[in-house]
């Protein structure tokens, strides 16, 4: 049976009150109805019973059994302050209460202007108060303060993080502070406002609203709620401050209570948005708190669904509104026609209240009259749903035409009506005609349900649910000002919401704002997509902090502006698809706070489909131990396992991995965050490419204060690359089953477990993923390697020695050396002396005979390779010099004639060549590196690799050529050019070899079977651009480029370039492989600037 | 029957030709044709005589009291989606309460976006009040979300290429056909030196020729065209492009000055005689392009006129390039850039033999299936159902 009653008339409550023995009945009586919809659904009707004055209070309702409980409480306390009950019967399937009528006003209208009788009158109820107080023990008071968070925690406004804070912090911390070793208790009317104390000219007081009454410990709360909702004087507030002690803790448990109260009576629905202004007071008043405040400094739900009390109780001041400067306009089910005058540019909004159940409001019509100077007409179309924020068609003034926004918003359950500021153009008052209609049905039949949790920039959470079609994901459209930007599927699974018996659970959604945003408030709503109607607590205002300092990299999250938003990426797959992943943290002897911020970064993914497997590894540290149980007792997604005695990290991941139930498993250190959308955007990627086996992400730094710096943007799975970098680094994400079978991390190579492991990873896929966000925020701690490099002792013998592993196993003839300089670096050099075939050094030349004759000298002279031939491509040389000097050298001298064409030149000697490999090299350049070709065939013939090419330098010792990266200067460019060769250059692209999208012909190799097989070089190209589109067209057949950086040749370009630029070149360049170049180049990170080609951040 | 087409534009245009050639088509056939354009009807004199009526925009309700259309016998073609189109079928459906069909050429969403400088997702995902602000500069584009709608709301369609069924509803009634040519103007020609000496050009060169504009969608392949001419120059063999059209965005900057030596312009055509004129001065015709959102939602308009004159033809590897025998009616571009169609013609061109068997494939390949009569007579058959099913 339904709780609700039909809304009834007053006839027809007179009809059933006449039928029942309730005296008394005394003929001309009549009832008139107070309220037509009472907050409690179970006495939402009562009545005045006038005779020729008031007599009696009737309540009419389903089980009134309660609600008489708790009156009759009350009244036997104080009986001289209650209404007392006069009779109680049951008359066609209702109750009915009939109470004596309490007369009298409310007491700040009786004493508004007379403090002292205020103050004498408090006084008096304090002290009936007082004498009614009852001793009892701490253990009695601690019960009922957990009882009371336990019915806090059962409300569906929280999330799991909210509950365990709640649980494991705030009650404590409460309990602590609210409960004296002496405690008493009272009975309170449970709702102690001003208005619900009614006095008479004679003085006499009583109380009414005792239908929360109840025993109570913590009675002070009356006097904080009392205070809190009045406009008290000076010497009232005084009075009430002596009563209580500690008003942060007050407070809260405050907050707490009216919580319950309206979630008691509207559900958890009618609370309001978080507000930043709100959400500092929170934390300002309880961050001083040395219990509490470290716990809050790390938890951000909490504060943000503590805004939500907030607006509703302080709203007239943090959201920026003003009651006064709002009329309050009551608006009936169905059609009507509401009329309000407007005082001459104050008003900007117009409440309409109650609106107490959720529901449609729809304005059919809307006309504003100036009063001064004639009507101003603002047409809306009919049926213009209340809930949008769009304008209402095209708003028409007259006379003259004027800018105007208007903007019709409902906050949740309780519509405002905006009105633009008029007193631009209208002289007098306005008087204001809302034709509207109102519809409680569709909500109050409870079909859609939902609540929005949080509104931060990070994260829009929330549930959403329709009872008719429970199965089905409700489609929530997320607004940012007055866009669309998105429509959800309300279809994540969450254990709250499955236990508080929605279906199975998959009602949950998330949304990250934070691209949609900038520093000017942008007003978010949630509706649903089908009805258009506001979410319950749908309704907020974000802008991205300004005192924030945003890293320079932080557009690594705006790039999604290019993209569609991450919910909407997984919207495209069923929930049930969703991977679930699970994330392995090892643990050992963490400090507290970074262990709390690993884990609190895993609870704060806006992807629900996750567990944590936390695994210590024997910590000596029992509050590590106590830690991890605590977050383990509060979440079932958390798995927790403690090992018996400390074996490595290692054996502890594994130990994680054997108990991950995850389709994935993503690594984590136990002092290291995740990003809030680091598992959705891998979720979102793995969903996109399901043939995807290992995933990982770009990273930063953070310090023990949580600063960011230093982000590293990394390339796309580059293999060779990662033979010299251990640049994969965090996040990584594999295939369980995939890391299941290669055994796991190895304990041999503890400090470099992770990097060992991809690299037995990477022998067994080629399925290798990365995104290029920054998803993992890695902590810098003394001792850790993130700090310095150094900072871990040397792990560059364990590092080559996986490496070298690594070559073994795959049965490839080379050896890894450590970079003689630079730390973390290792080097690839030819393995083992085997005779690696010809080679053939193809040099085009034209007259030039000093250059010639430098790049001959270096190939004869300093050459250790014993096997290769030089074709010299001669185009034309007249200069006798420089004949001679082909003369002098054993060349083979091939002459092209015709106009000089570079790659004809070089596809005609490739003919001729000898060689299994070629060298394609300008006469310009210089050898430096003696076993240069020995290395830079050990390279080309790792597997894959279709080219390479050594370091060039200029005249001067600056890099000329480290690669070729497309999309700089619009088609490509030179990679680190002009930079220290000497250097590191970001994460090690000058230290060590690495894939690369083009490669300069100046010096090239490739083998001679591929580069006919390719066709040779594009002679359409007449100057420029034929070595990058040679690369591509490798690329394109899949092979690799790699840029080797432990071979150096000079390249004297400064003399040898000149001409004019060749346009036609570009344009043929750009008309083939511009859709290429606009996809960007994989192996440069998108995050990097395009106006530079040496790794800055844009 | 009763057929009333709305056009974008007036018959200045390649569906202003198709309009024509169809409603004398449909005429023939018995069936009544009023064509509704937004200005200049007389323009369908371009097109050579027609026997049906020629009305504008402005003239719909006198048009309406004088002939008193009968709504069970009558049948609204929008010729596409845009804007112009979509608000003059909606005006004229308050007063003449009669089935509509679409007409689909382009894929509408890559032709408004290239138009407004955007991307495809980019323009999806505008705000309403931007897209209405954008929009607003040429209602000859169509709305993204409000054409879908009309689609949706229509009895079915029509379309030039299969794909473009992707834009209306699942399962909605749906009718393809390619173009004809007009054969009054278009038929097998030989090569037209004297037009070509006129010209200024010298014998021995390649002339490929393109007619039609260019326009923010098709502007890189023309480009294509363009620099394929150059490389072929640049690599000893005389060619030369000969455009005709207009130029809604530039081909060509400045610093292609080089390539800007191998064509030239006829500029806009008045007539498809003319168009047909510089048809025949080419060796070779070339509709560049690549397979992709733009050239998988369309049928290039000129492509029946290219079989229908007798060249070799090189076709992209999208539209009417997969329903066509590779290397027998014509060639078809892998790739579609300029390095392709530079190899391609430069074999090509080596072969005499081979350039005159795919003329004359051409020929036989335009006769079989790019005839209007025929096209007419499905279209009849498709129309009428729509008629039937009011009854």
Known sequence: ??????????????????????????????????????????????????????????????????????????????????????????????????QSFVPGGPLLETFGSDPVGLVATLSKLEQKFAASLSPSTPAAAATELREMGEKLCALTLWTDNDRGFIRSSLLPWLENRLIPTAPKMRVSNGDFLSQNVLTTADGTVHVIDCENAAVTHFYAEDWLRFGHWAELPVEARQFIGALISDLPAWTVYFVCRQLLLEAQNHGARRFRLDAPGWCAKIKSALAPEPELAPALAAWPEFTSAAPMIGLQLFWKTDFGWSEPASQII?????????????????????????????????????????????????????????????????????????????????????????????????????????????????????????????????????????????????????????????????????????????????????????????????????????????????????????????PDWDHSFRLSREESPLADRLARFPPEQWPLISVIVPVYNTPLRHLDSAIRSVLNQTYPNWEL?????????????????????????????????????????????AFASGEFVALLDHDDELVPDALGEIAARLLAEPDLD???????????????????????????????????????????????????????????????????????????????????????????????????????????????????RRGLAVKALAHSRLPHRVQLVP?????????????????????????????????????????????????????AIMAAYP?????????????????????????????????????????????????????????????????????????????????????????????????????????????????????????VAAGGLEEAYAHIYQDADFCLRLRSDGLSCLFVANVVLRHHESVSRGGDYDFVDRAIFLDRWGEVIAAGDPYYNPNFTRNRADYVPR | ???????????????????????????????????????????????????????????????????????????????????????????LRERLTCPYL??????????????????????????????????????????????????????????LAGSLRNLAPAGHRHHVFWPGYNPAFFGAREIDYPGRHALGIPDGTTVLVYPGNVHSANVSEVRSLYLATCILNRQGMKALLIRTGEDYVPVLDHTLHEVACHYISLGKLASQAEVAAALALANVLVQPGHAGPFNDYRFPSKLPEFFAVGRPILLPAANLGHHIRPDHDALVLQRGDALDIAAALRNLVADTDRCAQLAANAREFARRHFQWSEIAARLTGYYTSFLSDTR
Not at chain 1, 621 to 641: E, G
Not at chain 1, 856 to 879: A, Q, W
Not at chain 2, 42 to 66: I, K, Q, T
Request: hydrophobic residues 40%; glycine residues 8%; aromatic residues 8%.
């Open chain 1, 1 to 98: 049976m339904s709780d609700l009653l039909p809304p009834l008339s007053a006839p027809e409550a007179e009809a059933i009150f006449g039928r029942c023995s309730l005296a008394p009945r005394t003929p001309g009586w009549h009832l008139e109805p107070v309220v037509n919809l009472r907050r409690n659904p179970r006495a939402r009707q009562q009545f005045i019973l006038y005779t020729d004055r008031p007599t009696g209070f009737l309540t009419i309702g389903i089980d009134l059994s309660d609600f008489l409980r708790r009156v009759e409480l009350f009244s036997t306390h104080y009986p001289d302050l209650a209404a007392s009950t006069l009779g109680i019967t049951r008359q066609d399937g209702h109750t009915l209460l009939l």
């Open chain 1, 330 to 550: 009551e608006v009936q089910p169905g059609a009507q026609e509401v009329v309000f005058v407007v005082p001459p540019g104050k008003i900007h909004q117009l409440r309409l209240d109650p609106l107490d159940v959720p529901g449609t409001a729809v304005i059919e019509g809307l006309r504003v009259t100036d009063l001064g100077t004639g009507e101003i007409r603002l047409d809306f179309p009919v049926g213009h749903p209340w809930n949008h924020l769009t304008p209402g068609g095209e708003a028409v003034l007259a006379p003259g035409t004027y800018p105007l926004a208007l903007r019709v918003i409902a906050q949740g359950n309780d519509p405002q009506l905006y009105l633009p500021p008029f007193t631009e153009v209208c002289t007098g008052p306005l008087s204001v005609t809302v034709k509207l209609m109102v519809n409680f049905a569709l909500l109050a039949s409870g079909r859609l349900n939902g609540n929005v949790e949080r509104i931060s920039p990070e994260a829009l959470l929330g549930w959403a649910h329709d009872a008719d079609q429970p199965a089905e994901p409700v489609a929530v459209d997320v607004h940012v000002g007055q866009r669309l930007v998105a429509t959800l599927r309300a279809g994540a699974f969450r254990a709250d919401l499955r236990a508080a018996g929605l279906g199975d659970g998959r009602k949950a959604f998330f949304f990250n704002p934070r691209p949609y945003l900038n520093h000017e408030d942008a007003d978010i709503r949630l509706t649903y997509a089908h009805t258009g109607e506001l979410l319950p607590n749908g309704c907020g205002r974000l802008r991205l902090n300004p005192d924030e300092a945003v």
């Open chain 1, 613 to 657: 497997c936390l695994v210590d590894d024997a910590s000596s540290d029992p509050s590590v131990r106590a830690k991890l149980q605590t977050f383990a007792d509060t979440d079932a997604r958390i798995k927790l396992r403690f090992e018996p005695d400390n074996r490595g990290i290692s054996r502890t991941t594994n130990a994680g991995l």
């Open chain 1, 694 to 808: 290992v995933l990982y992400s770009d990273q930063e730094k953070c310090d023990a204060e949580g600063r960011s710096f230093q982000p590293f943007f990394k390339p796309d799975w580059s293999p060779i690359y990662f033979l010299g970098v251990m640049y994969v680094g965090h996040l990584l994400v594999a295939r369980t089953v995939l890391v299941r079978e290669a055994g796991g991390c190895d304990p041999r190579f503890d400090r470099v477990q992770d990097y060992e492991l991809m690299l037995r990873l990477s022998e067994r896929t080629k399925r290798i993923g990365h995104v290029s966000k920054v998803l993992y925020r890695w902590r810098t701690l003394p001792g850790s390697i993130a700090l310095s490099s150094h900072a871990k002792g040397p792990v560059d013998d364990l590092q080559v020695a996986a490496v070298q592993a690594h070559l073994d």
């Open chain 1, 831 to 883: 393995g083992r002396a085997t005779r690696l075939g010809k080679i053939s050094i193809i040099i085009p030349s034209k007259d030039a005979p000093g250059h010639l004759q430098r790049c001959l000298e270096s190939i004869f002279t300093r050459t250790i390779y014993p096997d290769f031939e030089v074709l010299v491509v001669d185009t034309g040389t007249t200069d006798p010099a420089a004949l």
């Open chain 1, 891 to 1011: 060349i083979r001298r091939l002459e092209q004639t015709g106009p000089f064409n570079f790659s004809r030149a070089n596809n005609l000697a490739a003919q001729a060549a000898q060689g299994d490999a070629l060298v394609l090299l300008n006469n310009d350049t210089e050898v430096v590196t003696p076993d240069w070709l020995q290395i830079l065939l050990t390279h080309l013939s790792l597997p894959g690799v279709g080219a390479v090419g050594p370091l060039l330098l200029y005249p001067t010792g600056t890099v000329q050529h480290a690669g070729v990266a497309l999309g700089l200067r619009g088609t490509c460019d030179h990679l680190m050019r002009g930079g220290n060769p000497n250097d590191d250059g970001h994460g090690g692209v000058l230290a060590c070899s690495r894939e690369v999208s083009a490669l300069t012909a100046a010096c090239l190799m490739v083998r001679r079977d591929r580069f």
């Open chain 2, 1 to 91: 029957m009763h057929v009333v087409f709305v056009s974008y534009y007036s018959f200045a245009c390649n569906s202003g030709g198709h309009m024509a050639c169809l409603g004398n088509a449909l005429t023939k056939q018995g069936n009544k044709v009023t064509v509704f354009v937004p200005f200049n009807p007389a323009s369908v004199a371009l097109h050579g005589p027609v026997d049906f009526e020629c009305r504008e925009f402005a003239e719909y309700e006198a048009w309406l009291a004088a002939h008193r259309p009968d709504p069970q016998h009558t049948l609204i073609v929008a010729w596409t989606p845009r804007e112009i189109v979509r608000r003059f079928v909606g005006t």
């Open chain 2, 102 to 159: 679409v007409h689909l050429e382009d894929n509408e969403d890559v032709l408004t976006a290239a138009n407004l400088g955007l991307s495809r997702d980019a323009l999806l995902r505008l705000p309403p009040d931007e897209l209405d602000q954008r929009l607003s500069v040429d209602d000859r584009l169509a709305h993204p979300h409000r054409f879908r709608e009309f689609i949706a709301a229509s009895a079915g369609i029509t379309a």
